[in-house]
């Protein structure tokens, strides 16, 4: 059984400048939930896909968006970076979605550094 | 609404000392609680969880007990060892919401 894959590991951006980071799901999966981890602080949801739909958000502007693939892999987008964007960006996938309370397992991130 | 508190750290210990981290949590109804840990450098693992209260979740040595009555599942280790040296995060799931919502972190460090 394949686990939770991101890449890259590590990015560094400039501000004003677009990221794009991706996550593979762990097999049989079909849901992935985005977390941002600032430094010494704990994850903070950002959104969730399911079955390639977002499926809730958290506390974060529009200019972060994803996506979900057929494969269920997915994608996190973050447009105009800012100096606060840097932070360990954490997909964590699991099966069930829309609320169904089941186990999430995590990647190892991507650690983003915006200049 | 939903949230979770942690001790304070860093937490420092000797080897085969015991181990508490208290993890305390706000939420209406029945979550889940998590206990993650965090290694230098590398994303969260699963350490253990419990679904309902008065269950007892454990691995690797370490136990958790869901205490609805004090809304607690404090984190527990008879022994620790050097490799138990990480940031763990308690967390919680609430049925009906789409993410865990976790605690700020605790850092342990276990010296031989």
């Known amino acids: 059984e394949t686990g939770v894959t991101q890449s890259p590991t590590h990015l560094i951006k400039t501000r004003g400048q677009q990221v794009t980071l991706r996550c593979s799901s762990q097999?049989?999966?079909?849901?992935v939930s985005w977390y941002q981890q600032a430094l010494g602080q704990g994850p903070q949801f950002i959104f969730q896909?399911?079955?390639?739909?977002?499926?809730g958000r958290g506390n974060f502007p529009p200019r972060f968006s994803g996506l979900q693939f057929p494969n269920y892999s997915s994608e996190l987008n973050v447009n105009a970076l800012e100096l606060d964007d840097s932070a360990l960006y954490l997909c964590?996938?699991?099966?069930?979605?829309?609320?169904?309370?089941?186990?999430?397992?995590f990647g190892p991130g991507t650690r983003l550094l915006v200049l | 609404g939903n949230s979770v508190t942690q001790m304070e750290g860093p937490v420092t210990l000797s080897e085969e000392a015991f181990l508490t981290i208290n993890c305390t949590y706000t939420a209406t109804g029945y979550p889940s609680l998590f206990w993650y840990v965090q290694y230098p450098g590398e994303g969260l693992q699963l350490l253990l969880k419990?679904?309902?209260?008065?269950d007892k979740g454990s691995n690797k040595g370490f136990e958790a007990t869901y205490r609805k009555e004090t809304t607690s599942f404090h984190l527990e280790k008879g022994s620790v060892q050097v490799s138990d040296s990480a940031v763990y995060f308690c967390?919680?799931?609430?049925?009906?919401?789409?993410?865990?919502?976790f605690g700020t972190g605790t850092r342990l460090t276990v010296i031989p």
């Open positions: 419990a679904t309902k209260a008065d």
């Open positions: 896909y399911y079955r390639e739909e977002e499926n």
């Open positions: 964590a996938s699991s099966l069930g979605g829309r609320g169904i309370q089941e186990t999430q397992y």
């Open positions: 097999s049989g999966h079909n849901t």
């Open positions: 967390a919680l799931f609430k049925t009906g919401a789409n993410n865990l919502f």
